[in-house]
């Protein structure tokens, strides 16, 4: 069995097919998707997913790219708040959220709200006992200062795309931050993550789709599902000096252990 760690089947394309994606799911031997809030609105999204079907479990949070024009702070997070309180035991982490510097348009300004907001978030995960669910795209050195400086101490590095390098640093702040695979790894010519994911500790590492967007080989060029997460593990089995099975395995136990879900 496997768990898909990071989807939104929520979005355009997926929302309307969701007892489909399940059947999928079930064919592929995924037990569970955890469904990620990147809004208020997509937290609640995320959340009604989860309410409504027991393989589904849910995250709430803002995504830096999402958060960085947003005014009021307080009430942005008083209304994750919210939702944490009234259904606790259907979330499961906090975020996504972390830093984006990857547009143009991101400049001082914005890198300023998606840090605040990134302190809140690990605050709040902290807290509430939740993993934090983070994204950084071209922004490696300020992130590293921030899960750090806040601190962060259970983590999921989602779609996780940096080198070895920037690895160790993690591997180095605490033995609760975990390495989240997306179908990048599957890509003709990504042998440097490839070589991240082989040398890692296997008590470390996730997979996940980012559905509806990343989708593994051979589907590029179609939209993502939680099913497909299955091409992922299997290059990280080929990649992985342990058996087969046994990648299989202590992928999803790292699962189960990160989110704290019931087996």
């Known amino acids: 069995m496997i768990v898909d760690t990071h989807a939104h089947t929520y979005f355009p394309g997926l929302g309307e097919r969701q007892e489909e994606i399940l059947a999928n799911m079930r064919d592929a031997g995924v037990s569970a998707a955890i469904q990620i809030g990147t809004s ?3 937290s609640r999204q995320s959340l009604d997913l989860a309410k409504r079907y027991g393989n589904f479990f849910a995250t709430v949070g803002w995504h830096p790219c999402d958060c960085q024009h947003v005014q009021d702070i307080e009430a942005a997070m008083r209304a994750i708040k919210i939702l944490l309180q009234t259904e606790p ?6 975020g996504e959220t972390g830093l984006d510097y990857h547009y143009d348009t991101t400049g001082r300004h914005e890198k300023i709200r998606q840090r605040e907001f990134f302190a809140r978030h690990a605050d709040l995960a902290g807290r509430y006992d939740l993993p934090l669910v983070i994204h950084t795209r071209d922004a490696w050195d300020d992130m590293i200062t921030c899960i750090r400086d806040f601190p962060v101490r259970r983590a999921i590095m989602h779609s996780y795309s940096d080198d070895w ?18 179908g990048m790894l599957t890509y003709r010519k990504n042998d440097t993550l490839r070589n991240v994911a082989s040398r890692l500790p296997i008590d470390r590492i996730l997979v996940e789709t980012d559905a509806p967007f990343l989708s593994p080989e051979p589907f590029r060029g179609r939209q993502n599902e939680p099913a497909f997460v299955r091409h992922t593990l299997s290059v990280l089995q080929h990649i992985r000096p342990e058996p087969p099975e046994a990648v299989e395995q202590a992928v999803y136990d790292n699962s189960i252990r990160c989110f704290r879900l019931a087996k």
């Open 40 to 42: 208020v609105e997509t």
């Open 89 to 94: 035991e259907k979330i499961v982490g906090i």
């Open 165 to 182: 390098e920037a690895a160790q640093q993690l591997l180095a702040i605490s033995d609760e931050i975990y390495f989240s695979f997306s």
